[in-house]
C-alpha cells in the first residue's frame, strides 16, 4: 500500500519561493566589488532571478543541464544568478580564484562551461588563462555598465545589468525533477587532479533542511546571518540556501575579508551568526586586540570548520566577548555538513572541563548523515573515543561518486565514501578528527595527531599560527617538527614552545623541533598546506638525527 501524499518536487526555487512569500520584505545586505553597500529583499531577489534565468536562456541559449561558471565573491548578483540558473535548469559551478591558473584551467575544461559569468576583481585571471579555455562561450562581467573595464582581452564579453535588463521578471520556473543537477563543486582534498562534486536540487533542499534544525544551527527568521564562508567553498556551507529557507536576514560580505571590514558589518548589519574558517577568525580577533573598546554586542554564534579550531581561538569568543563557538566540520562532497560541535541534550550537566574537551572536538552528526569509523581492513570500530581508524559517511546529501566517475575508490559497495580524515567518536557520538591520513605523523609505528599539536601549541603566548609535520627519521620512520609564526611585536622561543606542550600531551609526541617562519603556507580553501611545508624543509635534519 502507498501512501496519499502529493508529489511536491525539491527544487532549489522552492526556497526563494518560500523566502519571497513569507519573508519577502527581509532584507540582504551585500559590500560590492564596486564598493557602496547594497541593499534589497527577498521580493527583490526573486524578481532579478527570474530575470537572469529568462535571459540566459534567450541571450545566451542556456537551458536544462548546461554547465555555466562564476567566478564570484558573495553578493547579491553572485545569489540571483544560483537561484536563477539553477531554476533553469542549468549547472552552476563555482570556480575558486584561488587556485593555480592550470588548476583553473582543467577545472573548467574538465566540467566543460559554456559560460563564465565573473566580478571585476577576477578579470584579470581569466585574461591569463582564457586561451586555454576554448570551449567557454562568452564572458559576462557583473557589474553595470558605469564600471566595466575600458578594455579587456576577454572575448565575446557582456555587462551584467545589460543582460539581466534583457529578462522577465514573470519568468516561469520549469518543471524539473528533484534529482536534476543544479551545482558542481571541485574538491582538492583528493589526490590527484581536482575532483567535480555534483550536486542536485533535491540534496541541497534536503541538506538546507538539516542546516536549520534545531539539533544543528536552529536558524529562524529572527537570526542576522553572515556566511564569510565563500559561495565558491563547499556549496558555501549551504547559507546561501539555508538562511532563505528559514527567512533569515542575510550578509554578504563580498571581497574585503580583513578584521576590520568584517567588524563593520558584523556590528552595523547586527549580525547574530557568522561562519568561516579559522585564519578569517584569527584577522578578526587580532584586529579586536589592537582595538580593545569595540565590543561583539549582537554576535551570539560564531561556526568554525574548514580545518580544526584552536582550543585558543574558542576561548577568546567565549571568555573575552561572550560569544558562542559551534565548532563544525564537512566536506564539499558532503554539501558539505557532516558534524556541528552543539551541545546534545543529557549533556547539560557536564564538568567544564569535560565539556570543553568535548566542545573542542569536530561535533556529532545530525539526521541524515550516518557516520562511522573503520579500520583499514574496512572492520567497524567502537565509538569509545580512543580508537582511531578511517571515517566514512554516508547520506542523501553526500556525493555516490565523483564527475565522469573518477576517484571510484573512495566509494564502496554499500554507499560509505571513506573522507580520507583519520577520527574517533565517542561513547555520545562526538566525532573528533585526529588529521588527515595523508598528514597523520607515523613515528614507531604509533600515530600523532598534527591537529592536537597544532591547537595546544596555538595556546602558547606569542604563537599566532602553528603547524605540525612528519619528518623523516631513520629509527622512527618519522617524527613530529612544528612550524611557528609568531604574533606581530611578540618574542617566543623554541623552549618555550616546548614547555608549553609539556604535561598537555604524552611524552613521545614531544616535537623534535621547533622552527619559525614568517609565513604558514595555505591551500586555497584556507587550510594549512601540508604538502607545501614539507617540501619547503625537505633538506631540514632533526637535531635528533
Request: include cysteine.
Amino acid at each position: 500500500m502507498q501512501g496519499l501524499m502529493q508529489d511536491w518536487p525539491l527544487l532549489v526555487h522552492t526556497v526563494l519561493d518560500h523566502a519571497r512569500n513569507w519573508h519577502g520584505s527581509q532584507e540582504i545586505v551585500s559590500r560590492t566589488v564596486e564598493g557602496p553597500i547594497h541593499r534589497y529583499t527577498y521580493t527583490d531577489l526573486d524578481h532579478r532571478a527570474r530575470q537572469i534565468a529568462s535571459a540566459a536562456h534567450s541571450q545566451l541559449n542556456v537551458g536544462e543541464g548546461d554547465v555555466v561558471a562564476t567566478m564570484a565573491w558573495n553578493g547579491y548578483r553572485h545569489l540571483e544568478i544560483w537561484y536563477g540558473l539553477m531554476g533553469l535548469g542549468a549547472v552552476v559551478h563555482t570556480l575558486n580564484p584561488r587556485l593555480f591558473t592550470d588548476q583553473l584551467a582543467y577545472i573548467v575544461n574538465h566540467a566543460e562551461d559554456q559560460w563564465m559569468f565573473l566580478d571585476l576583481t577576477f578579470v584579470p585571471i581569466l585574461e591569463g588563462v582564457k586561451d586555454q579555455l576554448p570551449n567557454v562561450k562568452g564572458y559576462v562581467i557583473m557589474t553595470d555598465k558605469a564600471h566595466m573595464p575600458a578594455e579587456t582581452s576577454l572575448p565575446n564579453v557582456m555587462c551584467y545589468e545589460d543582460l539581466i535588463g534583457e529578462g522577465d521578471a514573470e519568468f516561469v520556473w520549469p518543471k524539473l525533477d528533484e534529482n536534476t543537477a543544479c551545482g558542481m563543486w571541485y574538491t582538492s582534498g583528493t589526490t590527484g587532479n581536482p575532483k567535480g562534486v555534483v550536486y542536485t536540487h533535491r540534496s541541497n533542499v534536503l541538506h538546507a533542511l538539516t542546516t536549520c534544525g534545531g539539533d544543528a544551527l536552529s536558524f529562524s527568521s529572527r537570526e542576522t546571518i553572515m556566511p564569510v564562508v565563500p559561495m565558491f567553498h563547499a556549496n558555501a556551507w549551504s547559507m546561501a540556501f539555508s538562511a532563505p529557507m528559514a527567512g533569515a536576514k542575510l550578509v554578504l560580505p563580498g571581497a574585503q575579508m580583513d578584521g576590520a571590514s568584517i567588524y563593520e558589518l558584523l556590528d552595523t548589519e547586527k549580525v547574530t551568526l557568522t561562519a568561516a574558517v579559522p585564519t578569517i577568525w584569527l584577522m578578526l580577533l587580532q584586529y579586536l586586540e589592537q582595538n580593545p573598546d569595540l565590543k561583539l554586542d549582537t554576535l551570539q554564534n560564531v561556526v568554525i570548520g574548514g580545518a580544526a579550531c584552536p582550543e585558543a581561538m574558542m576561548r577568546a569568543f567565549e571568555t573575552k566577548y561572550d560569544t558562542n563557538v559551534i565548532h563544525a566540520w564537512g566536506m564539499t562532497e558532503m554539501s558539505p555538513l557532516g558534524s556541528l560541535g552543539t551541545r546534545k541534550g543529557g549533556l547539560q550537566k557536564m564538568s567544564g572541563d569535560e565539556w570543553w574537551q568535548t566542545k573542542l572536538k569536530q561535533g556529532r552528526p545530525a539526521y541524515s548523515i550516518e557516520m562511522k569509523i573503520t579500520d583499514d581492513d574496512g572492520k567497524d570500530l567502537p565509538n569509545d573515543g580512543e580508537k582511531f581508524g578511517r571515517l566514512k559517511v554516508r547520506g542523501p546529501a553526500i556525493a555516490r561518486s565523483y564527475f565522469k566517475g573518477e576517484g571510484a575508490d573512495a566509494f564502496d559497495n554499500a554507499g560509505w565514501f571513506d573522507t580520507g580524515d583519520v577520527a574517533t567518536i565517542d561513547q555520545h557520538g562526538y566525532m573528533q578528527i585526529t588529521d588527515r591520513s595523508k598528514d597523520v605523523i607515523k613515528s614507531g609505528g604509533e600515530w600523532i595527531s598534527s591537529i592536537d599539536l597544532e591547537n595546544i601549541a596555538m595556546g602558547c603566548p606569542g604563537v599566532a599560527e602553528a603547524a605540525a609535520i612528519g619528518m623523516p627519521h631513520p629509527k622512527w620512520d618519522e617524527r613530529p617538527m612544528l612550524v611557528i609564526v609568531k604574533k606581530p611585536g611578540e618574542e617566543v622561543t623554541k623552549e618555550q614552545v616546548l614547555a608549553h606542550l609539556d604535561g598537555k600531551i604524552v611524552k613521545w609526541w614531544t616535537p623534535d623541533d621547533v622552527v619559525f617562519t614568517d609565513e604558514i603556507p595555505h591551500t586555497a580553501t584556507g587550510k594549512i598546506s601540508k604538502l607545501t611545508l614539507r617540501q619547503q624543509f625537505k633538506d631540514h635534519v632533526l637535531p635528533t638525527i
